[in-house]
């Protein structure tokens, strides 16, 4: 869809974004020079995929992987009624506009969707014992879905994907981070930095689902405050909390 059509679909929308603009193009600016600040303060190497083993929290996901992946089936029972990405998250419409990438959100920013986690009582409970979890959901990909290069927004956060379904071929099944290319393998968690520019590609006859994480970046003092600060400040933007409010109609339409 793009943003011609959105306009004839949805005007007001639209004129939303548009006056968002500047203050968004501002944002960036502010958050590049502090993303120069935080990563002298960052307690982990600034490269594209690290080592999962690396952090203390990765082993919970990785032994109770199939726990969680019963509570996925029974959503997945209903994967045609769950939201695409772009519904929840408008900004997303730079990167996806169809209908196959769909989410089913526990956590958005820190923020609780407590009826979506009353259906993952176990995922909810596992990831809730993560240090500095702000956002956890399940990323659905259908066959044959790309998700084209893109940049993370900000360099604060580290990016979790516990793999619950990976399609065969699984080599044809992939996420580019940088420079570099890996398979998801079920059970397994594929930790990155997002902010640097990524893409995936599904080239499968079936569907890929991980259990997608924002993890806080460790960091040193005084950059670990400036982070949370920052956080803070991202978490009463109105991207995130329009996306509140877009997860919240969803689940009073759907009744979950």
Known sequence: ????????????????????????????????????????????SDIPIFDAHDFAWTAPLETN??????????ILEKQDQLPNFQDISRDQINITQD?????????????KMQSNCDLCPETTRIIESIPGMLTGFFSVLAPGKHIPPHRGPYKGILRCHLALKVPEPTDRCWIEVGDQKANWQEGVCLVFDDTYKHRVENNT????????LDIIRPMR????????????????SPFIQDAIKNQKAWEYRIGT
């Open 99 to 111: 209908d196959r990438w769909k989410t089913f959100f526990l956590y958005g920013y820190g923020f």
């Open 65 to 74: 992987w199939k726990i969680i992946r019963q509570e996925l089936d029974r």
């Open 1 to 44: 869809m793009n943003e011609h059509k959105d306009s004839a679909q949805n005007p007001a929308a639209t004129k939303k974004r548009r006056r968002h603009r500047p203050s968004v193009a501002i944002g960036k600016w502010v958050l590049q020079h502090i993303e120069r600040i935080l990563i002298r303060y960052s307690a982990v």
């Open 221 to 236: 003092f005084p950059g670990s405050w400036l982070n949370r600060f920052v956080i803070r400040l991202i978490r009463m």
């Open 205 to 212: 006859d079936g569907t890929r689902v991980v259990l997608f």
